[in-house]
T-cell receptor, first 115, second 113 residues
Framework: AQTVTQSQPEMSVQEAETVTLSCTYD???????LFWYKQPPSRQMILVIR??????QNATENRFSVNFQKAAKSFSLKISDSQLGDAAMYFC????????????FGKGTHLIIQP | KAGVTQTPRYLIKTRGQQVTLSCSPI?????VSWYQQTPGQGLQFLFE???????NKGNFPGRFSGRQFSNSRSEMNVSTLELGDSALYLC????????????FGEGSRLTVL
């Protein structure tokens, strides 16, 4: 079974600084997607960024970028110029069974932004 | 474009009762998935429906069931509620099962007393 591990239950960063959230996963598949989702307090979960495994180039969405290391099965999220609105739970997710069995989520990282 | 809508947002039930939660996906999305979110277990996949057919189911007892209607709206039902069923139940939709990205609703928070 696929597993997704987020080793940082909580991270804190000063506003305007950069923070990196870690995620590792385990799979025997060769072609897949990886996702980072953000869940603000009492608000709905939204997709932050996604990476296709066959692409060597790391995905970037404005201040959010990933460091995807396929061989190491590592998929970290870097947030640059952190803003107060970035405070949320961040979940790394992987499609299980090629997507047939839904997404497997990590336990999440609670990101705190210090003003 | 309206997002994923879940009703009710909050509800309180007692042990032994049953509950039905509703989810309206984004217009044009034919796949609806359900997830249970608890502090202890995190986010866990319940099941996914596509074109009124259940495609797969997570590791949950038979008390958890669902269905999807011809307009893609979905309901999930939990019978004989237990205290451990207290959770945030999230619905997510996507256009097809080949599309990776899920769009989530705000969830239905169920408290079982």
């Amino acid at each position: 079974a696929q597993t997704v591990t987020q080793s940082q239950p909580e991270m804190s960063v000063q506003e305007a600084e950069t923070v990196t959230l870690s995620c590792t996963y385990d799979t025997s598949e060769s072609d897949y997607y990886l996702f980072w989702y953000k869940q603000p307090p009492s608000r709905q979960m939204i997709l932050v960024i996604r990476q296709e495994a066959y692409k060597q180039q790391n995905a970037t969405e404005n201040r959010f970028s990933v460091n995807f290391q396929k061989a190491a099965k590592s998929f970290s999220l870097k947030i640059s110029d952190s803003q107060l609105g970035d405070a949320a739970m961040y979940f790394c997710a992987f499609p299980s069974g090629g997507g047939a069995d839904g997404l497997t989520f990590g336990k999440g990282t609670h990101l705190i932004i210090q003003p | 474009k309206a997002g994923v809508t879940q009703t009710p947002r909050y509800l309180i039930k007692t042990r032994g009762q049953q509950v039905t939660l509703s989810c309206s996906p984004i217009s044009g999305h034919r796949s609806v998935s359900w997830y249970q979110q608890t502090p202890g277990q995190g986010l866990q996949f319940l099941f996914e429906y596509f074109s009124e057919t259940q495609r797969n189911k997570g590791n949950f007892p038979g008390r958890f069931s669902g269905r999807q209607f011809s307009n893609s709206r979905s309901e999930m039902n939990v019978s004989t509620l237990e205290l451990g069923d207290s959770a945030l139940y999230l619905c997510a939709s996507r256009r097809t099962v080949l599309t990776g990205e899920l769009f989530f609703g705000e969830g239905s928070r169920l408290t079982v007393l």
